[in-house]
């Protein structure tokens, strides 16, 4: 127990501490070769920031815990609205200005219904699977037509901004890029190892701990990448790269880890972690774009009503899966 402890601990910082290296060096050498700032943003920065949930969720499919990897992509969609822009909403109140992501927004919720579609017969199919990696597919498609023709939005310039200021040569660049996928995958083998074993001695299913204490671990890129953003008054990257990973994780993740095996759920996921997913992702869009002309800006009060859902999302949680 003590052993798996110690392995979730090392696991997810070699984790965290990779996936940024692992970003910045995508970034970077996509820069070097001419992509715009915009494209390097939605595409490598926004999605990039879910490499952790990508690789974990992969190796516990692949080592028959498909529970673990559908409650790592689930989770960390919840933890992402409801812990780390909560969080950074406290900090300070984030405005959003970019028409890109308003687009993006309605799209994540149409995505997030969706999901609800694999869930309803209890069983994610390698058929269901693949349709969800062919959305993202297209969804991927028509964020790269956006990357190359959206170059005055207020995004553009944040992210632009952003890799100047982590430029690097590209040897370095491409280092960073290899190094950092290779510490990825190490570091999520010893956290999965760590999380079914915890899992197994604590009498919980691999569900829960993916839910919990993966999801978090998982989501601390998004979170440092948050509050770094809003402290240097880019906002919209701070909102745009949570959406981008909850699009990633609901459509990628998730289909990666169902065509490797099939997920067979749990009874609770849709009545609880789809819904309060479902739940939160409206009060996103509710909270960040207001209607009449009205400041668009996810606020402290916002972000408060963010962690106590999360906090009352959790003791349930908790709750209910030692029962589960």
């Not at 392995?7 to 070097?32: C, K, M, P, Q, Y």
């Not at 993006?104 to 609800?116: C, D, F, G, R, V």
């Not at 040569?169 to 290779?182: E, F, K, Q, Y």
Request: proline fraction near 4%.
């Amino acid at each position: 127990m003590l052993l798996a402890i110690a392995a979730i601990i090392f696991g997810l910082a070699l984790l965290v501490w990779s996936a940024d290296r692992f970003v910045e060096g995508a970034a970077a050498t996509a820069n070097h070769l001419g992509m715009p700032a915009l494209l390097i943003g939605m595409v490598i920065i926004g999605f990039g920031t879910s490499t952790p949930e990508m690789v974990v969720s992969a190796l516990a499919s692949s080592q028959g815990n498909p529970g673990l990897a559908l409650g790592n992509a689930y989770g960390s969609n919840i933890t992402n609205i409801a812990l780390i822009l909560g969080i950074t909403a406290v900090l300070a109140p984030i405005s959003v200005a970019s028409q890109v992501l308003k687009r993006e927004a309605p799209m994540l919720i149409a995505i997030t219904l969706l999901s609800a579609w694999p869930l309803m017969d209890g069983v994610i199919t390698e058929l269901e699977a693949w349709v969800l990696l062919a959305i993202f597919a297209s969804y991927l498609g028509w964020s790269i037509y956006q990357g190359m023709t959206g170059s005055t939005d207020v995004l553009s310039t944040e992210y632009d901004q952003e890799i100047k200021a982590s430029a690097m040569p590209i040897g370095r660049a491409v280092t960073w890029l290899v190094v950092g996928l290779i510490l990825l995958i190490i570091s999520s083998r010893i956290l999965v190892w760590g999380a079914v074993d915890i899992a197994t001695a604590l009498g919980v299913s691999d569900l829960i701990i993916g839910l919990t204490v993966v999801a978090i671990g998982t989501s601390l890129p998004e979170l440092a990448s948050a509050i770094a953003a809003v402290r240097k008054n880019e906002h919209d990257l701070a909102l745009g790269n949570v959406i981008g990973s909850n699009m990633f994780n609901t459509l990628a993740v998730v289909g990666i880890a169902g065509a490797i095996t099939p997920i067979h759920l749990e009874p609770l996921v849709l009545q609880r972690d789809w819904l309060v997913m479902t739940v939160l992702t409206f009060l996103l869009l509710i909270f960040a774009f207001r209607p009449n002309n009205r400041p668009n800006r996810i606020n402290r009060i916002h972000g408060g009503i963010f962690i106590a859902c999360y906090i009352g999302y959790t003791v349930y949680l908790l709750q209910t899966g030692f029962n589960v």
